[in-house]
């Protein structure tokens, strides 16, 4: 979404050749296929974990911080080791994201049009705002210590970046598409006429 967001703004002259469906599916493979990575890696290293203080997780969700409690032996190297992968992964994708978002805001700040500038900016903040929710609670929830590890705020935490930014992405997405409005307001109208 940063790399779109910065050729439609930056580069738009080019969007067409730049977001070709070959440079999508492109982007697209690499996502999934290091998010592949990195589950491969949690499941392998999470099977590996002998358990030894039962198997009952107080979440709803299997989290690996939850699992690692329930271990008897010292995770510690494994987790580490998961750790570095996942922040690489996570930092290759935040500083990508970061230096779209600076030269997007540094192009929409030339823009001479008050109306143009707004346009730019809430074409970005949408994206912004699901990717800080995410990163921000996923972080937390991660690299808290643990100390900090209450059964209630982990559930919290879970629930802020595994459910919410998934639920709220398409809807904040997709509303600012006119005719998707309208659709939704004959809908709304066509179900209250009909309770009525």
């Known amino acids: 979404m940063a790399y779109d967001r910065y050729v439609a703004i ?3 002259l080019h969007y067409g050749t730049l977001m070709s469906h070959s440079a999508c599916v492109k982007m697209a493979a690499a996502a999934w296929a290091s998010a592949f990575l990195n589950a491969v890696l949690q499941t392998g290293n ?3 974990i002998p358990l030894c203080q039962g198997n009952r997780v107080d979440q709803f969700f299997c989290e690996i911080p939850q699992i690692l409690k329930l271990s008897c032996s010292d995770a510690y190297l494994r987790e580490i080791g998961l750790i570095v992968v996942a922040a690489c992964l996570f930092f290759g994708c935040f500083i990508f994201i970061v230096l779209s978002y600076v030269q997007i805001f540094t192009a929409v700040l ?13 074409m970005c903040l949408p994206h912004l705002t699901v990717v800080s929710l995410y990163v921000s609670t996923g972080f937390f929830a991660y690299m808290k210590p643990p100390s900090m590890s209450l059964p209630a705020l982990d ?10 930014p998934p639920t709220v992405n398409p809807l904040i997405y997709s509303m600012r598409n006119k005719e998707l409005k309208e659709a939704l307001k004959k809908l709304v109208q066509l179900v209250l006429f009909q309770q009525q």
């Open 10 to 12: 930056c580069r738009p």
């Open 46 to 48: 999470t099977f590996s």
């Open 110 to 122: 030339r823009i001479p049009s008050e109306q143009g500038r707004h346009k730019a900016f809430s």
């Open 155 to 164: 559930l919290v935490l879970a629930m802020l970046y595994a459910v919410v």
